[in-house]
């Protein structure tokens, strides 16, 4: 028997802020409080025209940005997680994921896809910050790997966009294997000498950060981006002291040699078409079955 008891119900805990772009009509930027007709604010990538806030976008719409035309080949899309240690938190993770999938529209917490940035052909895998916190479970490791795989069997360069929470804990051990899974397909590719570059986005931490986000043959944060392991506060009280101005944020990052570049995303693709020419990956989309590869790339530059 209990030998305190609440007698009255303790006070609801305030509604969680949503960073999320929400439905409807009109967003307030969270930053200048403009307020901001949704239309508008897709035509602009998801960046407030006013101050440049750049809201969390998911990885359809990342895709879209970023291939010529906005179409892809999507690879594994069907690859879903066992649930292998049969996990239950606040519920069980089966019942989880099947709301997720529901509710996302997508089987796992990253999409992998092939086609041109500006007439490159290149792999790219884009995260789902909406599929539980964008964790890095089996299925992400994976999908990942086979991608980077496919990268060095085609000759093609991989771009990987991260934006997670980091491992996903319903896992266990399991997702953090995906780490060294991963890290190993990058050698892999390196000694295939073909280029890798992160794009970090808000926010990328934990297993993410600590494997494939900061090994690109060129790491690219955008603006104001949280990038880290652990968070602030376990930082703070670990080492006792207190943290500087705009810790863990891109600008920040940027200035202390973390990272190589911070670049708007609306200069994002052209950014990297242009880091990939010089690095080498002139390759014109790929001998598709159609066999119609458009002749918009200049000769090779071999650099
Ligand atoms: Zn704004």
Request: with cysteine; proline share 6%.
């Amino acid at each position: 028997m209990a030998w305190f008891k609440k007698a009255r119900k303790p006070i609801a805990p305030a509604t969680e802020k949503q960073s999320r772009v929400p439905e409807g009509l009109w967003v307030k930027c969270p930053d200048c409080s403009q307020i901001l007709y949704n239309k508008d604010l897709a035509t602009n990538l998801h960046v407030c025209p006013k101050c440049a806030h750049h809201f969390r976008i998911g990885a359809a719409e990342r895709l879209r940005t970023l291939f010529d035309g906005g179409v892809w080949i999507e690879y594994d899309k069907d690859l879903v997680s066992t649930d292998p240690l049969q996990f239950t938190d606040t519920k069980p993770y089966k019942e989880r994921l099947k709301a997720t999938i529901e509710s996302t529209g997508v089987k796992d917490a990253v999409i992998v896809g092939s086609g041109a940035i500006d007439g490159i052909e290149t792999i790219v895998a884009a995260m789902e910050y909406g599929f539980i916190g964008g964790s890095m479970g089996v299925v992400v490791g994976e999908k990942i790997t086979r991608a980077i795989e496919r990268a060095i069997a085609t000759g093609s360069p991989v771009v990987i966009v991260c934006c997670s929470g980091g491992a996903r804990m319903m896992e266990g051990a399991l997702s953090l294997m995906q780490m060294a899974k991963v890290c190993g397909a990058l050698a892999r590719l390196d000694r295939a000498r073909l280029p890798y570059i992160a794009v970090l986005t808000d926010p990328t931490t934990g297993g993410v950060t600590a494997s494939f986000a900061m090994l690109g043959d060129l790491n690219i944060a955008e603006p104001k981006a949280l990038i880290g392991f652990a968070g602030p506060r376990v930082i703070e009280q670990t080492i006792r002291q207190k943290l500087p101005e705009g810790f863990q944020r891109s600008e920040f990052l940027l200035d202390k040699g973390m990272i190589d570049f911070v670049i708007d995303r609306r200069e994002m693709k052209a950014a990297i078409a242009r880091a990939l020419r010089f690095m080498g990956a002139s390759k014109a989309a790929a001998p598709a079955p159609a066999a119609t590869a458009p002749a918009t790339t200049e000769p090779a530059q071999q650099l």
